[in-house]
């Protein structure tokens, strides 16, 4: 059983991000829909069937990609499997220390598996080889190198990146049994998901948080978009409250801001 | 059911906060509590739902108050049938009002969801794995806050509003008899008391 702690951070340093918010400014001169700058690479680790490496501003994130054989789980025999993990490596933070999965990163795993599951994003009925007996296992693994604010996003990204970008081998089946062909096959990919994720600072609702102002914000949102504009996962958190509007107007933003980084997604993972 | 214990002195010593009380919750789900039996071990889900559950109730607990001590909330689901975790937070804020935890209001939770097209309010569990989305929502009545929304499925942002306004109805209902199971309590000892009177008088 865990608390949740607010991280401790300057009073001024504080008051000088409340007082810009005041007039819709923040430390880095973006405005309050802004991503940082943002890096996709794809194909960066080659033993994996496919990888992501997200830069979102300093916060840096690897994601890979493994395609597996294994057993369905029995109350869906049909579908091939999908599992995201994620790991808060000691070396991105000081405070991340090694051992078991603590809830945040747990939490964060879950976030992005919500995003990708339930958009579909994977179709997993083509990815079942024999019903009940064998299926294709998905795993996602998350890598944070680097922690400077809002990991929901950049994982985000970084996973639906690596799912674009992985080949397996090509493959047919003979009797219930995969056997592999010459080549390699994309994954079967049929939806888009875009987390994104905003934070309320004083009044102000801000898109991409940095490691400063999730510091200094009350309440989380992460609103996660498919590509034809509808809502397919939903997380909040924090130790502070939404109005209803507030939350509208969130979902609002989430809406508005997702074609751009769909876009971005595109065209550093195809 | 949910048990509530502190605020009491922070052990072990370090998990203890210089500013208010750590409000730590575990969920957990028994292990005949569903369909087949799941391992006791807490699981990833139980993880996140401990997180989720005590981050919508702690906006509504005046910490502050108790500084470096705890208060522990225990959720345990003895039978699951569908909306564990709103029932987890609605009893959740109970349990911290029966043990006298100072509060700004109760956290009433209900979830809305969508199946077939149609929005509907409070799922079962099967409606919630043959539906097309699930959202659950917290909230502390008197002010309107909204404390936890999470969702999952396929909702387009018009239907994302009236499941919204569908869940805040429900939860303001359920506040209502929050409000009356606080006080059936004192009713009961209250009747004992005028009860234990009267014989005396005779």
Same mark, same amino acid.
């Given at each position: 059983m865990s608390s949740t702690r607010q991280p401790s951070i300057a009073k001024i340093e504080s008051k000088t991000i409340m007082d810009l918010m005041t007039n819709n400014r923040r430390l880095d001169d973006r405005t309050l829909t802004d991503y940082r700058e943002l890096k996709i690479e794809v194909g960066v680790i080659d033993k994996a069937n496919g990888s992501a490496k997200v830069h979102l501003g300093k916060t840096k994130v690897l994601v890979g990609v493994k395609v597996e054989l294994g057993d369905p789980f029995p109350d869906t025999p049909e579908e091939g499997i999908l599992t995201v993990s994620a790991e808060l490596l000691p070396l991105a933070y000081p405070t991340f220390e090694p051992g078991p999965p603590g809830e945040n990163s747990i939490e964060l795993a879950r976030v992005v598996d919500r995003g990708i599951r339930e958009s579909k994003a994977i179709d997993v009925k083509r990815l079942c080889i024999e019903p009940g007996k064998k299926v294709f296992v998905v795993f996602i693994d998350i890598y944070v190198l680097d922690y400077d604010g809002n990991l929901i996003d950049a994982s985000a990204l970084g996973a639906l990146s690596a799912i674009i970008n992985a080949k397996m081998r090509n493959y047919e089946i003979k009797d219930g049994e995969v056997v592999y062909k010459e080549g390699l096959i994309p994954l079967p990919i049929q939806n888009y998901p875009i987390a994104i994720t905003m934070g309320k =600072?004083?009044?102000?609702? =801000? =898109?991409?948080?940095?490691?400063k102002e999730e510091q200094v914000m009350t309440a989380r949102l992460t609103v996660t978009i498919e590509k034809d504009g509808n809502i397919c996962a939903m997380q909040m958190a924090g130790l502070g409250e939404l109005s209803i509007d507030e939350l509208k107007k969130a979902v609002g933003m989430?809406?508005?801001k997702a074609g751009e980084m769909r876009t971005r997604v595109m065209e550093a993972a195809t | 059911m949910v048990a509530v214990y502190g605020p009491r002195e922070a052990h072990p010593r370090h998990v203890a906060l210089p500013d208010r009380a &750590? /409000?730590?919750?575990? !969920?957990?789900m028994a292990p005949f509590s569903t369909e087949e039996r799941r391992s006791p071990a807490p699981s990833r889900r139980d993880m996140e739902l401990s997180k989720v559950i005590r981050e919508a109730v702690e906006p509504a607990v005046f910490s502050k108050y !108790?500084?470096?001590? #705890? /208060?522990? /909330?225990?959720?345990?689901?003895?039978?699951?049938? *569908? *909306? #564990?975790?709103?029932? *987890? /937070?609605t009893g959740a804020s109970l349990a911290? +009002?029966?043990?006298?935890?100072?509060?700004r209001d109760l956290v009433a939770a209900c979830a809305a969801g969508k199946i077939d097209g149609q929005i509907v309010l409070d799922l079962c569990d099967e409606e919630d794995k043959l539906g097309e989305a699930d959202l659950p929502v917290a909230m502390i009545p008197s002010t309107g806050a909204i404390t936890l929304v999470q969702m999952d499925g396929d909702l387009s942002p018009e239907e994302?509003?009236? &499941?919204?306004?569908?869940?805040?109805d429900g939860g303001r209902k359920i !506040?209502?008899?929050q409000k009356e199971a606080l006080k059936r309590k004192y009713l009961v000892i209250k009747d +004992?008391?005028?009860?234990?009177?009267?014989?005396? *008088?005779?």
């Open positions: =600072i004083g009044n102000s609702m =801000i =898109i991409d948080p940095s490691l989430a809406v508005a | &750590a /409000i730590r919750c575990r !969920y957990h !108790y500084p470096r001590s #705890t /208060i522990d /909330i225990s959720v345990e689901v003895l039978q699951s049938d *569908g *909306g #564990t975790r709103s029932a *987890g /937070i911290l +009002a029966d043990a006298g935890v100072p509060m994302f509003e009236k &499941a919204l306004s569908m869940a805040v !506040y209502e008899m +004992a008391v005028e009860d234990k009177d009267s014989k005396e *008088g005779e």
